[in-house]
């Protein structure tokens, strides 16, 4: 994906074929806006909705082939076409949004999982069309990976979400470790909150980790890119355990030090993964 809202993982642009990039640009223009008009302004929830729905309409409407369609959705239009990319990860993009409108927090991790599911997944499942590479289990990995790049950014956005009055941690999660809303408000850091974000952080991971062998079945770029982004996942989630947790006062962030690590550990993934399955 272009990098505008994607600070994490940049270099993802840098390495896409020339080729897929009007391609690509078409589906962020979508996805972005759609996003900004749930998240983004002074429109009320309602206001939030009919908009979205809005969109709603003009997927459908461009499923038909009917060209009065809005101006965004003309170069979608081609490219769903060109591609012959499946629709239903575009309306699960805006089931995501619609549900930020009006759900701010989850129960448990099922429930969170599926809101990953329609936030994060369909990014995924729409690059693997564009590179003629939907099967089955890249499906699967490519899943594991975006969920698990949607809770890091979750553990990141701890402060910001709840300046939105969002919760994206399991209440179940806070129950058990004997974490309230209040660590949050006031930014406590204590035994408990150590225990809830170290618990986070290693079911993100194994997540991500469940992934990436889809990073060495992918050719070319598309690999490179794959393994980029899941080092800065796993890049993430050592900064968060490095600043012991504190999400609130430093936010993770990734630097020139973090890109160079990244690279080190992409070119030795695949030895790594081995060791790990041997091991296992």
Same mark, same amino acid.
């Given at each position: 994906?272009?990098?505008?809202?994607?600070?994490?993982?940049?270099?993802?642009?840098?390495?896409?074929?020339?080729?897929? @990039?009007?391609?690509?640009?078409?589906?962020?223009?979508?996805?972005?806006?759609?996003?900004?008009?749930?998240?983004?302004?002074?429109?009320?929830?309602?206001?939030?909705?009919?908009?979205?729905?809005?969109?709603?309409?003009?997927?459908?409407?461009?499923?038909?082939?009917?060209?009065?369609?809005?101006?965004?959705?003309?170069?979608?239009?081609?490219?769903?076409?060109?591609?012959?990319?499946?629709?239903?990860?575009?309306?699960?993009?805006?089931?995501?949004?619609?549900?930020?409108?009006?759900?701010? @927090?989850?129960?448990?991790?099922?429930?969170?999982?599926?809101? #990953?599911?329609?936030?994060?997944?369909?990014?995924?499942?729409?690059?693997?069309?564009?590179?003629?590479?939907?099967?089955?289990?890249?499906? $699967?990995?490519?899943?594991? *990976? #975006?969920?698990?790049?949607?809770?890091?950014?979750?553990?990141?956005?701890?402060?910001?979400?709840?300046?939105?009055?969002?919760?994206?941690?399991?209440?179940?999660?806070?129950?058990?470790?004997?974490?309230?809303?209040?660590?949050?408000?006031?930014?406590?850091?204590?035994?408990?909150?150590?225990?809830?974000?170290?618990?986070?952080?290693?079911?993100?991971?194994?997540?991500?980790?469940?992934?990436?062998?889809?990073?060495? $079945?992918?050719?070319?770029?598309?690999?490179?890119?794959?393994?980029?982004?899941?080092?800065?996942?796993?890049?993430?989630?050592?900064?968060?355990?490095?600043?012991?947790?504190?999400?609130?006062?430093?936010?993770?962030?990734?630097?020139?030090?973090?890109?160079?690590?990244?690279?080190?550990?992409?070119? $030795?993934?695949? *030895?790594?993964?081995?060791?790990?399955?041997?091991?296992?």
């Amino acid at each position: 994906m272009p990098v505008e809202h994607y600070e994490n993982f940049p270099v993802a642009s840098l390495l896409l074929p020339a080729r897929l @990039r009007p391609a690509v640009e078409a589906i962020y223009a979508f996805a972005r806006s759609a996003d900004d008009l749930a998240d983004e302004g002074d429109a009320s929830d309602s206001e939030r909705l009919a908009s979205l729905n809005s969109y709603v309409a003009a997927l459908e409407t461009m499923a038909h082939g009917d060209a009065s369609i809005p101006p965004l959705f003309h170069a979608l239009s081609r490219v769903v076409a060109d591609y012959r990319l499946p629709l239903a990860p575009f309306h699960d993009l805006l089931s995501a949004f619609k549900q930020d409108v009006v759900t701010k @927090r989850y129960a448990d991790f099922d429930s969170l999982l599926d809101y #990953c599911r329609r936030s994060a997944n369909p990014v995924g499942t729409l690059m693997l069309h564009l590179y003629g590479a939907a099967d089955p289990a890249s499906l $699967r990995e490519s899943d594991a *990976i #975006c969920s698990s790049l949607q809770l890091i950014n979750f553990l990141q956005d701890v402060a910001v979400d709840w300046n939105k009055r969002r919760v994206y941690l399991p209440l179940e999660d806070l129950h058990r470790f004997g974490v309230s809303e209040s660590h949050i408000e006031n930014a406590t850091m204590d035994d408990a909150w150590r225990a809830l974000m170290a618990f986070q952080v290693e079911r993100a991971r194994g997540m991500m980790l469940s992934g990436a062998p889809l990073a060495f $079945r992918l050719p070319g770029r598309i690999g490179w890119e794959l393994r980029l982004i899941v080092q800065g996942g796993l890049r993430i989630l050592e900064r968060i355990e490095a600043n012991d947790y504190d999400v609130f006062r430093r936010r993770p962030q990734l630097g020139p030090v973090d890109w160079l690590a990244m690279l080190w550990k992409a070119g $030795r993934m695949k *030895i790594r993964l081995s060791r790990m399955a041997h091991v296992g």
